[in-house]
């Protein structure tokens, strides 16, 4: 009897031991992939793990519907998001010609950003391979918002993530996915704290649709909302 215990002993400290290098190593796998994806976006990696965090919120209370992204640049926060797939399907949404033209309303300095952070369809695809994603999960919809919004678009969207800057292109982005998004779905405004425009877009949005969202802020210039939800005296959900 001894012997059995003293066996099943060294087997559970052997599992443990086994568990925890498992966990090291997958830990060590997701700081290698964070870094790969930092290389090619413009977000700080408190952000990226911040899309990652909202992804998985949606996923564990079953938000129905698909991710998307406008605004892809290089596809260093679409390969984030497409780790939490799952059986949904990834839209992005990018004209890879740079910043479009701006208006007064998007503040100081916009002008000389037009043209500017232009990214890489190849890029993209790249770290979507990276990720493990295959080409049947997402689709890269090239060209203007006014133009591909048109085109191709989700019966319905769980997560939305907008980094588009300006106020036609935010005012754009919500006017066409907001409508298609259930109670739980998730929003994140990359520029919010950044440029006047979006958020000028937002506060119009709003006014617009008689809407009044929990606003929530990370570091400097990101915001998100859970649609649908009141307030914070529980864990997030609605």
Known sequence: ??????????????????????????LMDDNAFLKKCREKSLLSEGKLRNLARLARLVNRNEVPGDFVECGVFRGGSAAILSRELGSRHLWLYDSFEGMPPTEEIDGPGAKECVGLCVGS?????????????????????????????????????????????????????????????????????????????????????????????????????????????????TPEGI
């Open 121 to 233: 369809e190849e890029d993209v695809h790249e770290i979507l391979r990276c990720a493990g994603v295959t080409q049947d999960q997402y689709d890269l919809c090239v060209g203007l918002f006014e133009e591909t919004f048109k085109k191709y678009l989700p019966n319905k969207v769980a997560l939305l993530h907008c980094d588009a800057d300006w106020y036609r292109s935010v005012s754009a982005v919500l006017d066409t996915f907001y409508p298609l998004m259930p109670p739980g779905s998730v929003v994140i405004l990359d520029d919010f704290g950044c440029w006047e425009g979006c958020r000028e877009a937002f506060y119009d949005f709003c006014f617009r649709n008689n809407e009044k969202p929990l606003l929530e802020r990370l570091e400097y210039d990101q915001a998100y909302w859970i649609k649908g939800r009141k307030h914070n005296r």
């Open 1 to 26: 009897m001894g012997y059995v215990a003293e066996a099943d002993s060294a087997r559970g400290a052997w599992q443990s031991w086994f568990r925890l290098i498992e966990g090291v190593a997958l």
